[in-house]
């Protein structure tokens, strides 16, 4: 399975978002310079993270984005399904039906092939469900022995992050 570059940044945006002080924004623009992406690519998968309800926007010039939930309320899955959208990775278009020997009738169960697919897309979903920003933020804590990784963001945020009034 193969997931758009969407889906790497839009999972990085939200755990940067997570770091935050209460009231305070991030623009797109912040969000892009720091991982180095594109910033109307970015906006594209920002902007489908809050339709979704995952992240808040706040306009205006003083503006940007938040998180709408707390980081141990928004899963991987739910990252992967608002930029991605819900549909399965695997559509089974019944091959079996085509070609000079098909099979006969309408089949009413779906191939093995389908079955076995489908089988794999939950297990894959169902791990992605239960992994939250916060165990991502957790594990990230934890390998970065020398703080330079925190360090780096701190010194970002102290710079970017729009503090509330």
């Keep these: 399975m193969k997931m758009s570059?969407?889906?790497?940044?839009?999972?990085?945006?939200?755990?940067?978002?997570?770091?935050?002080?209460?009231?305070?924004?991030?623009s797109a623009a912040a969000l892009a310079e720091f991982h180095g992406v594109s910033p109307s690519y970015l906006l594209k998968h920002l902007q489908a993270l809050s339709g979704a309800g995952l992240v808040q926007t706040v306009p205006g010039p003083k503006g940007g984005y938040r998180l709408a939930r707390a980081p141990s309320d928004i899963s991987l899955l739910d990252i992967v399904l608002a930029v991605e959208g819900d549909a399965p990775a695997f559509r089974c278009n019944e091959i079996r039906q085509r070609g000079p020997n098909p099979i006969p009738g309408i089949p009413t169960k779906p191939c093995g092939i389908a079955s076995a697919m489908l089988k794999a897309e939950r297990a894959y979903r169902n791990e992605l469900a239960r992994v939250k920003i916060s165990d991502v933020i957790s594990d990230l804590n934890e390998t970065d022995t020398d703080g330079a990784i925190a360090a780096r963001g701190c010194a970002f945020l102290e710079i970017n992050e729009r503090k509330s009034a």
């Design 5 to 26: 570059d969407g889906v790497e940044q839009a999972i990085h945006s939200v755990t940067m978002l997570a770091h935050l002080t209460d009231g305070s924004v991030l």
